[in-house]
């Protein structure tokens, strides 16, 4: 803004703009050291993209480890950030976060009573190729009674629509994984989802928020977008201009604001072109639009990035008629990784190991620079009539018809190629070929089935390479795909050790912070490791809060 208000409508010391778990760890840690505190959410709800989440906290050689029996060093997990850094890391961030993070995820059990757990015999995803991989480095939080947020309950993620309610990763691995979904204990979990008792990401967010809105009654304000920064004279950031029931309402924050907002996973011009995609669809709440880049920017916040080829994007579907908040939902396809499954490009061939998205995201985005075209752009799930007596797609389970307007149904593999657009005589040369070797559990083209991490997620144990089963019992369904986000980006502010964010000349902005995904993710680099999202917000939270409050 050109100046300071006339007049602040609510003044604190901090003020931490989202709910999610960046902003609520700054919000606690600031609270408990003295500082009057409120919390501004853009959306009905508290929680923020960490309420729709899988609700895993990747730690190693955390404090957790040694109750399943699980061995780790500093060392191994040294060597692995780095193999997940590709290169691409900051060097003082990447020290920042390694040295902080189990202290801040300690603090948040201590302090903030979350109760977390680890998960055992869920490996890394690199596991066991990359240096320093291991296994059970993994935190959950034990189930959450949603009954104990009071007035919040209904004012916060309670469900969500990519994970399954009420279960918890124990009981998800025990009884088959995704693939087996269909034999779960659906009575114990009907009982947990009636009494609201929470797990995954709605779970981990219900510690956290209770312990901010409840156990400390900071002051949270649902449906007061941020819409610009305010500073004074001296280029201090001092307060926010916020909206609330269609009029400004403006924040004074004598200490510091905290960005905690997301990314732009709403935002189509700024994810396409960040991204690097032809289009982009996303999994989160509608409620991401670049905010963070937008206020920074318009006070001289540094845009910073990492390569998107291999973060956190999966290819997945919408649903017809299926929305949250209004907006479509899409869903990430994680079919590909049961037996039964394959994808295909628009020339009706394999292109990838199907069931670890890790291998397809860079196949997908490359560009053959002598046809000047990206090959593998259109990708098309092929499904047959043993896979749908046994496994779901999305919410349509084994039995249920599904619509056209998600999969088209084929006689023949020959007519399906016809229905899809793609070469049916490389269809049908594709498919033989892989029935050949999937008869006998081996891929030797794509090697499917060669990760635990995905063996354990979405495969099926029963089978010799629980990736992997034949395609070739009509009716056979075809699924045309198309890029999901899941709020993990690659550009973001750049900001510094302490979280402050950092101007396009190189200095600190005063009383300005950026956490979570919010901050561009040079700590971590140029790859991704499901749990090191919620790993980094919660510590960068805690290194901002300390900060903000007086270090």
């Given at each position: 803004?050109?100046?300071?208000?006339?007049?602040?409508?609510?003044?604190?010391?901090?003020?931490?703009?989202?709910?999610?778990?960046?902003?609520?760890?700054?919000?606690?840690?600031?609270?408990?050291?003295?500082?009057?505190?409120?919390?501004?959410?853009?959306?009905?709800?508290?929680?923020?993209?960490?309420?729709?989440?899988?609700?895993?906290?990747?730690?190693?050689?955390?404090?957790?480890?040694?109750?399943?029996?699980?061995?780790?060093?500093?060392?191994?997990?040294?060597?692995?950030?780095?193999?997940?850094?590709?290169?691409?890391?900051?060097?003082?961030?990447?020290?920042?976060?390694?040295?902080?993070?189990?202290?801040?995820?300690?603090?948040?059990?201590?302090?903030?009573?979350?109760?977390?757990?680890?998960?055992?015999?869920?490996?890394?995803?690199?596991?066991?190729?990359?240096?320093?991989?291991?296994?059970?480095?993994?935190?959950?939080?034990?189930?959450?009674?949603?009954?104990?947020?009071?007035?919040?309950?209904?004012?916060?993620?309670?469900?969500?629509?990519?994970?399954?309610?009420?279960?918890?990763?124990?009981?998800?691995?025990?009884?088959?994984?995704?693939?087996?979904?269909?034999?779960?204990?659906?009575?114990?979990?009907?009982?947990?989802?009636?009494?609201?008792?929470?797990?995954?990401?709605?779970?981990?967010?219900?510690?956290?928020?209770?312990?901010?809105?409840?156990?400390?009654?900071?002051?949270?304000?649902?449906?007061?977008?941020?819409?610009?920064?305010?500073?004074?004279?001296?280029?201090?950031?001092?307060?926010?201009?916020?909206?609330?029931?269609?009029?400004?309402?403006?924040?004074?924050?004598?200490?510091?604001?905290?960005?905690?907002?997301?990314?732009?996973?709403?935002?189509?011009?700024?994810?396409?072109?960040?991204?690097?995609?032809?289009?982009?669809?996303?999994?989160?709440?509608?409620?991401?639009?670049?905010?963070?880049?937008?206020?920074?920017?318009?006070?001289?916040?540094?845009?910073?990035?990492?390569?998107?080829?291999?973060?956190?994007?999966?290819?997945?579907?919408?649903?017809?008629?299926?929305?949250?908040?209004?907006?479509?939902?899409?869903?990430?396809?994680?079919?590909?990784?049961?037996?039964?499954?394959?994808?295909?490009?628009?020339?009706?061939?394999?292109?990838?190991?199907?069931?670890?998205?890790?291998?397809?995201?860079?196949?997908?985005?490359?560009?053959?620079?002598?046809?000047?075209?990206?090959?593998?752009?259109?990708?098309?799930?092929?499904?047959?009539?043993?896979?749908?007596?046994?496994?779901?797609?999305?919410?349509?389970?084994?039995?249920?018809?599904?619509?056209?307007?998600?999969?088209?149904?084929?006689?023949?593999?020959?007519?399906?190629?016809?229905?899809?657009?793609?070469?049916?005589?490389?269809?049908?040369?594709?498919?033989?070929?892989?029935?050949?070797?999937?008869?006998?559990?081996?891929?030797?083209?794509?090697?499917?089935?060669?990760?635990?991490?995905?063996?354990?997620?979405?495969?099926?144990?029963?089978?010799?390479?629980?990736?992997?089963?034949?395609?070739?019992?009509?009716?056979?369904?075809?699924?045309?795909?198309?890029?999901?986000?899941?709020?993990?980006?690659?550009?973001?502010?750049?900001t510094n050790g302490d979280g402050?964010v950092v101007h396009v000349r190189?200095?600190?902005?005063?009383?300005?912070?950026?956490?979570?995904?919010?901050?561009?993710?040079?700590?971590?680099?140029?790859?991704?490791?499901?749990?090191?999202?919620?790993?980094?917000?919660?510590?960068?939270?805690?290194?901002?809060?300390?900060?903000?409050?007086?270090?």
């Amino acid at each position: 803004m050109g100046g300071l208000p006339e007049r602040w409508d609510l003044e604190v010391e901090v003020v931490c703009v989202g709910s999610g778990l960046g902003s609520i760890t700054a919000a606690l840690v600031a609270h408990d050291r003295g500082k009057k505190v409120a919390v501004l959410e853009k959306s009905p709800k508290l929680g923020g993209l960490c309420g729709y989440g899988g609700g895993e906290v990747f730690c190693p050689n955390g404090p957790h480890m040694k109750d399943i029996g699980q061995d780790d060093s500093d060392e191994a997990a040294e060597q692995y950030f780095d193999f997940l850094g590709g290169g691409y890391q900051d060097p003082a961030l990447a020290a920042k976060l390694r040295a902080t993070y189990r202290e801040a995820i300690a603090w948040t059990e201590k302090e903030a009573g979350v109760k977390w757990e680890a998960v055992k015999g869920l490996d890394d995803y690199y596991y066991p190729d990359a240096p320093g991989s291991g296994t059970g480095r993994y935190l959950a939080v034990d189930i959450f009674d949603g009954a104990t947020l009071g007035e919040w309950q209904q004012k916060t993620w309670a469900v969500s629509p990519h994970f399954p309610p009420a279960a918890t990763h124990k009981e998800m691995y025990a009884w088959g994984g995704l693939a087996n979904v269909t034999k779960w204990d659906y009575e114990l979990l009907g009982q947990r989802i009636a009494t609201d008792q929470r797990t995954f990401g709605p779970g981990m967010m219900g510690w956290f928020v209770k312990a901010a809105v409840v156990d400390r009654d900071i002051d949270a304000h649902v449906e007061t977008p941020v819409r610009e920064l305010v500073s004074d004279e001296s280029g201090r950031v001092v307060g926010v201009r916020a909206e609330r029931d269609g009029a400004d309402f403006f924040v004074k924050a004598a200490d510091g604001v905290i960005l905690g907002i997301g990314g732009y996973d709403h935002n189509p011009k700024m994810a396409t072109m960040y991204e690097e995609m032809h289009e982009w669809n996303s999994a989160t709440q509608p409620y991401f639009h670049g905010d963070a880049i937008v206020m920074g920017g318009e006070i001289g916040a540094d845009i910073a990035s990492v390569p998107p080829t291999n973060l956190a994007m999966f290819y997945g579907y919408n649903i017809p008629g299926e929305e949250h908040d209004g907006v479509p939902l899409w869903r990430s396809s994680w079919e590909c990784g049961c037996p039964h499954a394959i994808w295909v490009n628009g020339r009706g061939e394999r292109f990838c190991d199907e069931s670890f998205y890790k291998d397809y995201q860079p196949r997908i985005r490359q560009l053959d620079g002598r046809t000047q075209s990206h090959e593998n752009r259109d990708v098309y799930l092929i499904i047959d009539g043993n896979y749908r007596e046994r496994y779901p797609l999305g919410s349509f389970m084994p039995g249920m018809e599904i619509p056209e307007e998600l999969a088209k149904k084929a006689d023949t593999p020959r007519e399906l190629a016809e229905k899809l657009g793609i070469p049916a005589d490389a269809f049908e040369k594709t498919l033989e070929r892989f029935n050949q070797f999937a008869e006998k559990g081996e891929d030797p083209d794509f090697d499917a089935g060669h990760f635990p991490w995905s063996n354990r997620l979405a495969g099926d144990p029963s089978y010799p390479n629980p990736n992997l089963g034949v395609v070739n019992k009509a009716p056979f369904y075809g699924v045309k795909l198309s890029p999901v986000g899941v709020g993990i980006n690659s550009h973001g502010l750049r900001t510094n050790g302490d979280g402050q964010v950092v101007h396009v000349r190189g200095h600190a902005i005063p009383g300005l912070y950026a956490v979570g995904l919010s901050a561009c993710i040079l700590d971590l680099g140029g790859s991704y490791q499901s749990g090191t999202s919620n790993m980094r917000a919660i510590t960068w939270g805690y290194i901002a809060g300390r900060h903000v409050a007086g270090g």
